[in-house]
DNA sequence: TCCCATAATGTTAGCGCTAAAATTTATATC
DNA sequence: GATATAAATTTTAGCGCTAACATTATGGGA
């Protein structure tokens, strides 16, 4: 009883700390922290006993502590439009696999596909003080730029690069040339009458609609009918309802690029109800490439998005960084292939 | 430049603290603190004077200070096998949007389906002493229980109930009365030769096979051949060579359940291939209804579980019992619904 | 008038850890 | 064996915040 740590009516929960590893070690506090955190410097006898005593308490450190005195968090945040979408949750899968390797801590938050909450959100993760922070695209308020540019860590914008200049760093794709390089295979296969589906419509996906209308636009093969977007979540069952209004809207459409796969699938099944066979009457594209793409029937023709890599590369980056390494190119452009199959 | 903060060669980043922004508002950094945590115990002028203080500097306040100070984290640690699987980004989403709304961070972390990884996934998360943890089904690591119960903060086991005593909380679903239910189903419409089809076989999915095996055995309808899994992780593609090994070795099969809704549909494209109608030659169904599911031809029957909910409940007994309520109801079921389709 | 309750604010101490400087101990060099 | 050098360890002093207690204003009611 006389060694159970903490009888008094102090503040602490009686929790066992550095000092009563230290203690039952019988070495300073600072020793133990070194011999956990950086053992090479400690010598290997008292690095046993260190060992040992904190087995020996179950003593589980505190990060807290650390951070507050180390003046760094050890953690990175990730703010995304959500996690529940497969685009990001490769791209999350691709960061988390760094960070962990490297032991930092991912602090993840949505913005729901707004600019408001996403301000917010950087404001609330930045009370962290988290030692670097990812954000998605390069377009936000003003605030949040402010924020981020005053934060004083770095910064990658994920997703698309080459709109605007980058705050930090920057890692992605150029929606607008994929967007683009869909319209030119669609106009080489020989479709003429062709329409775009969007729904979600954040600012990548704007981007690719833009390249693709730009490219019909100078094919003078751009109709506005053919158009149909909606700023709502984008599911399955919303492909399919907006091919009906695209077909309303013109009938004589002989191919429609989805602005994602998801859309896309929606797309396959309703032409299958309606008896309208692929690529035959009617051509069919999606965007992203997602797993099911090449198992649909007819399989579909998508571009495939190095969803993961961005991930990846965007953590290695920040590590990189955070080591003090020099990054040479600040803007990385992983680029995008067009995958084409039977649907178009 | 008197007034700079942090000038001298202390350890500080330079950051603006409380007392910066007390020195400026005229008061004592406690009642700043109060000001901010805890607003109406602070006269309406001194809130005042504190918010522009607070605007004009750009404090940002330190929540490991916070921590340390306060002896609790304001956050709370999920551990699930990944992301990026669309069953647990509807339940992250119910558990995000509770915590989120009460001013709580969520550390989350993927096991990707290994117990060793959760067990180490635990021991790093408590090191940040979350003030409650989620993790994923009933059965964990010996260590990891321990750990758990020896954390002293709620721990909500989420996904399944009924197969063993929780640690603390559980919400979730029977999987054993849930392919129970499907078997039933199938034996009820007719059909006498069922397989079953499993990927990537968690506590959860295997429990559901058990049910489902159970009910066929009892009816004397048991064969084994007709069970063909694997522990690869589960896709769309996947589903559809599962169903060739099937065919191969009970060619006379015609019901087929699969563990999940991505089989399902694999299983569906690879009959759409072999010219093989469903349900009249082969009648198909998946688990978890996910959104495509109603949309896919034929629409595909399948087992409704409530995702968003479960992290819903889960997030929500968590803050009640952060909030030192009692919790009459430590285990809650919330059911699951058989939504029969097109497909069976 | 005094007294006591209540509200508003201030003071003190310390949460558990680590940076930096100071000290001790081991090792190499002549 | 003395000296210089490196390695291992300890000491000191906070990091920025809040719990707990102390103090000071404010307002009735006797």
Redesign the pocket.
């Known amino acids: 009883m006389a060694n159970s740590p903490?009888q008094n009516?102090?503040?602490?929960?009686g929790?066992v700390?550095?000092?009563d590893v230290a203690s039952m070690a019988g070495?300073?506090?600072?020793?133990v922290?070194?011999a956990?955190?950086d053992p090479e410097?400690?010598?290997e006898?008292?690095r046993d006993r260190v060992r040992e005593a904190v087995e020996a308490l179950g003593y589980i450190?505190?990060r807290a502590?650390?951070s507050?005195?180390?003046?760094r968090s050890y953690s990175i945040a990730v703010v995304i439009p959500s996690v529940s979408n497969a685009v990001f949750s490769n791209v999350i899968k691709g960061i988390y696999d760094v960070c962990s390797a490297r032991g930092y801590e991912m602090l993840m938050g949505n913005t729901y596909y707004s600019v408001q909450q996403e301000s917010s959100l950087i404001a609330k993760f930045l009370t962290h003080h988290p030692d670097g922070i990812i954000v998605t695209g390069l377009n936000m308020a003003d605030s949040a730029r402010t924020l981020l540019q005053g934060a004083g860590i770095p910064v990658v914008q994920l997703m698309e690069v080459g709109e605007s200049e980058p705050i930090d760093l920057n890692v992605g794709i150029s929606h607008r040339d994929a967007g683009a390089a869909m319209a030119r295979y669609m106009l080489d296969k020989g479709y003429r009458h062709i329409g775009v589906l969007g729904a979600q419509m954040d600012h990548r996906a704007q981007r690719r609609i833009q390249g693709f209308i730009d490219v019909l636009a100078a094919a003078g093969r751009y109709d506005e009918r053919r158009i149909v977007a909606t700023p709502e979540p984008s599911t399955v069952r919303l492909g399919g309802l907006l091919l009906g209004d695209l077909l309303a809207a013109a009938p004589d459409t002989d191919a429609v690029f989805c602005i994602n796969d998801d859309l896309a699938y929606g797309v396959i099944y309703e032409c299958q109800r309606r008896h309208i066979r692929i690529p035959q009457q009617l051509a069919v594209a999606g965007f992203n490439d997602l797993e099911a793409s090449s198992c649909i029937n007819p399989s579909l023709t998508s571009v495939s998005t190095p969803l993961y890599e961005m991930g990846k590369t965007a953590a290695d980056m920040l590590m990189r960084r955070l080591n003090g390494e020099h990054i040479e190119q600040p803007v990385v452009d992983l680029g995008f292939k067009l995958q084409a199959r039977d649907s178009a």
């Open positions: 903490s009516r102090s503040r602490s929960k929790r700390t550095l000092s070495v300073s506090s600072m020793t922290s070194r956990l955190n410097r400690v010598s006898q008292v450190p505190n502590a650390r507050l005195a180390g003046q």
